[in-house]
């Protein structure tokens, strides 16, 4: 009997755990994709016709963030990142043949024209902004049913700086002014397959006007009143503790 591998067996964004919401053990199959580590992790698709495993269940990857370490929360973004990337690249970009796995690198090879497709990390920023002591601007995504207010966060444009980034999206979304623009820490978001960048700003002008179709509401919001914020986990929720509490970033 071959060694048992520990899989990250997903359907879309959902992970299939135990309930103690443990990893399954199973054997390597040739279409796995393996992690450079060696074949004792892999990482799979489960159809939406096949059966989920008896005594497991399929969970939202944002609910293991609050309940993993969180090297184990970054294996599983990576490898449900992969399996995207590997899904949405099996024809060639530029030829339109079909792709084939390369043998020792993350790559989607062209046999026709030999094009190779590497996985791409989408940038975005996400800012905490303060304005005086004891002030930090809070808002609510349009898109949200929730009550949770948080950070101003966007894509990374071409052509544009990280800190060009930041005084956009805040001039977009709330049209406010920022500067003294410093960057914090990052943490891989696999919603779809970003990576988000977290600065801290400054306030320096403006009045309050919503991009509404992308925010509901925003406020600076004092310190010891604020509303519900992101997640333990999240970069969001470390940057606010960081402003207010002084704890260190994640690095």
């Not at 700003?201 to 403006?206: D, H, I, L, R």
């Amino acid at each position: 009997m071959s060694e048992l591998s520990l899989a990250y067996i997903f359907q879309h964004q959902q992970l299939l755990v135990d309930a103690n919401y443990q990893l399954p053990k199973v054997e390597k199959l040739a279409s796995d994709l393996s992690f450079h580590a060696g074949d004792q992790v892999i990482a799979r698709d489960l159809g939406l016709e096949e059966a989920i495993p008896e005594g497991f269940q399929l969970v939202p990857i944002r609910h293991l963030i609050t309940l993993w370490p969180a090297a184990q929360f970054l294996q599983a973004s990576r490898a449900v990142q992969l399996l995207e990337w590997r899904r949405n690249h099996k024809f060639c970009s530029h030829c339109g043949h079909e792709t084939q796995v390369h043998s020792t690198e993350y790559a989607m090879v062209c046999p026709a024209c030999n094009y190779h497709q590497y996985p791409r990390v989408q940038p975005c920023i996400i800012t905490v902004i303060t304005r005086g002591q004891d002030e930090l601007l809070l808002a609510k995504n349009a898109k949200t049913q929730t009550n949770m207010y948080g950070l101003i966060a966007g894509f990374v444009e071409v052509g544009e700086t990280l800190e060009e980034a930041v005084r956009r999206e805040t001039l977009e979304e709330v049209g406010l002014h920022v500067n003294n623009i410093q960057y914090l820490s990052s943490q891989p978001w696999p919603f779809p397959s970003n990576l988000m960048l977290a600065f801290k700003a400054e306030y320096v002008s403006g009045e309050i006007v919503l991009q509404e179709d992308e925010i509901s509401d925003a406020q600076f919001f004092k310190f010891n009143q604020l509303p519900e914020i992101p997640f333990a986990g999240s970069i969001a929720h470390a940057m606010i503790e960081h402003i207010i509490h002084h704890t260190d970033m994640p690095q």
